[in-house]
RNA sequence: GCCGACGUAGCUCAGUAGGUUAGAGCACCAGAUUGUGGAUCUGGGGGUCCCCCGUUCGAGCCGGGGCGUCGGUACCA
């Protein structure tokens, strides 16, 4: 094809940037909206906010070292002639443990704060997950009692429900990794005396377990042996137990009882003698007592539940929605875990030396807002500004007065600024689903009056319009005076939203 | 990362064995309607057929490589 290409401009193409989105309108107040509820919540029960830098020195994140030109899997991260290796925050828990390890001599203690904003990883992005996403966490930065465990735990309940969600919706699961190396210990692969030996298979069973729900317990029990070939015939390493080690650990996971009560008893027989196990016990024991006494939301004690992470040192906990919902293609879809916490008391360690207890909550801000969104699939699409449009352009400042009345009495409104006739303006405010039009021209002005016309009640009548002259008799249309405009506004607005 | 499927207009897709100027529906724009959106009719704009290399007189179609999307799996501080 030897087609003569003159030289085409090369133009740069317009598009986000692979795992990044754009969100426009409704997603930005919905978000907005739904976390001013959450951290009302956070702010009531004393956590004050904190906004740190979104960008880190790689060395404070932690645990990744520069090295040459291949900088950080997973983070974001560039050299700076100045400031060496930079980074942007990949979650909200590692910037506070700098914050307060910074800061540690002017703040109360214990510290409480909440934080929202967005965090960003490197990571090959998919369906569900982006490079940028928000979260919203709480921490208590300096408590070591399990009473601190219980008010985030009794607290995501209450977020959750300001949120939306209701009691039945979601169910917040929770359980103690000191229970979960007790039970290691008792299957021979946690030695008290040497935690080193064996970290690895211990990081095994632990993914393993966190994978019940998806893969069954047969699956699970092919991870604690030899491993497990999935449907595409990918294998992955197991952690190599017998069957009596593997017994004890799915014996474990397969603990809940009734009631919180029979769960712990059936967890101190699993846990033997060993002494953290018992600990751990008894810490859940706590909870469950504490969260009872304050009515807190939905909480259950459940021995499968571990969360992935590697630094969680106690109580940990995930919160699920219960409700299914169906996808665009109608296939039945399952939020997973929304929200999910624990204890980790090490992490402040590394700046400071010091042995700091902490424990905090993070809340998915992007999956919970799909969540609600899809529940409430039918709600229609947001109302747009009431649009006095443009007869006269030498009258714009008439206009602009209109739709500044029509502001100062609390109601959106706005003058058309584009070109065009009557019927391009009206189907801007059509596209933009705007309530209602406010038309004035040079006869109506030299009536005193104005139109106003109910979109969305236009919109309705036209399903059963044959006929032209239907059409243009505008029964959705009302002459009005000028000087009841606000008032006649807002009874339109009012028979439209009731 | 690994395994598999797929990649044609903004969206959903068709495209006959390799053969002129690549199509449809929806969406968009304009006109019918000189002051009225959504119905109807007519017309219009819009494509690097994912990219590169190769085979061929000729490639949307065949071959190789790459990229991307989707599904499964792994990892996720």
Redesign the pocket.
């Given at each position: 094809?030897a087609k003569n290409k003159a030289a085409k401009p090369r133009r740069p193409?317009a598009e986000t940037p692979?795992?990044f989105r754009d969100y426009f309108g409704a997603e930005v107040t919905n978000r907005a909206e739904m976390l001013s509820r959450v951290t009302a919540v956070y702010h009531a029960h004393g956590f004050d906010p904190l906004e740190s830098s979104a960008v880190e020195t790689v060395e404070a994140?932690?645990?990744?070292l520069p090295d040459v030109d291949r900088p950080?899997e997973?983070?974001f991260a560039w050299e700076d002639d100045d400031e060496g290796w930079l980074a942007l925050r990949?979650?909200l828990t590692?910037p506070l443990a700098r914050v307060y390890a910074q800061h540690r001599r002017d703040l109360p203690n214990p510290y409480r704060r909440y934080a929202v904003g967005p965090v960003w990883?490197?990571?090959?992005?998919?369906?569900g997950r982006f490079r940028q996403f928000y979260q919203c966490d709480a921490d208590t930065v300096g408590a070591a009692s399990v009473a601190a465990d219980a008010e985030i735990c009794g607290m995501l309940g209450e977020a959750l429900e300001a949120a939306g969600i209701a009691r039945a919706d979601y169910l917040i699961r929770v359980n103690n990794r000191k229970v979960l190396n007790g039970v290691m210990e008792v299957a021979g692969v946690l030695d008290p005396a040497d935690p080193e030996r064996d970290a690895a298979r211990r990081?095994?069973v632990m993914?393993a377990i966190d994978?019940l729900d998806?893969?069954g317990l047969d699956g699970v029990r092919a991870?604690l042996g030899a491993g497990?070939k999935?449907?595409?015939?990918?294998f992955?390493e197991g952690a190599q137990l017998g069957e009596a080690q593997a017994d004890v650990i799915l014996g474990f996971m397969d603990a809940r009882a009734e009631d919180g009560a029979g769960t712990c008893a059936r967890l101190r027989e699993l846990v033997g003698g060993s002494a953290t196990g018992l600990e751990g016990v008894q810490e859940l024991e706590t909870i469950a007592e504490m969260l009872a006494a304050s009515g807190a939301g939905h909480v259950v004690i459940d021995p499968s539940v571990v969360r992935?992470?590697?630094?969680y040192t106690g109580p940990v906990f995930e919160a699920e929605l219960t409700f299914e919902i169906l996808d665009e293609k109608g296939r039945k879809r399952q939020f997973g875990s929304v929200a999910g916490g624990g204890r980790y008391d090490d992490l402040v360690t590394r700046f400071t030396g010091e042995k700091v207890p902490a424990t905090g909550v993070s809340i998915g801000v992007d999956r919970l807002l799909a969540a609600l969104a899809a529940k409430g699939r039918a709600e229609a699409a947001p109302a747009g500004p009431v649009v006095v449009t443009v007869?006269d352009r030498d009258r714009m400042a008439e206009y602009q007065a209109m739709a500044a009345e029509l502001r100062a009495a609390g109601i959106r409104a706005e003058v058309f600024l584009g070109g065009?006739?009557?019927?391009?303006q009206?189907?801007y405010?059509?596209?933009r689903a705007c309530p209602v039009a406010v038309?004035?021209?040079?006869?109506?002005k030299a009536r005193g009056v104005v139109?106003i016309?109910?979109?969305?009640?236009?919109?309705?009548?036209?399903a059963n319009?044959e006929t032209?002259e239907d059409?243009?008799a505008?029964p959705?249309?009302m002459e009005i005076a000028r000087g009841d405009l606000v008032a006649e506004v807002r009874a339109m607005l009012a028979r439209a939203g009731g």
């Open positions: 094809m193409r692979r795992g994140l932690g645990k990744f950080n997973g983070v990949y979650d590692a990883r490197n990571e090959k992005p998919g369906p990081g095994i993914r994978k998806r893969l991870l497990r999935d449907e595409s015939g990918d992955t992935g992470l590697g630094y007869m065009g006739n009557m019927g391009k009206l189907k405010a059509d596209a038309i004035e021209g040079g006869d109506e139109q016309k109910d979109l969305a009640l236009g919109a309705r009548l036209a319009i032209r059409w243009q505008q959705a249309q």
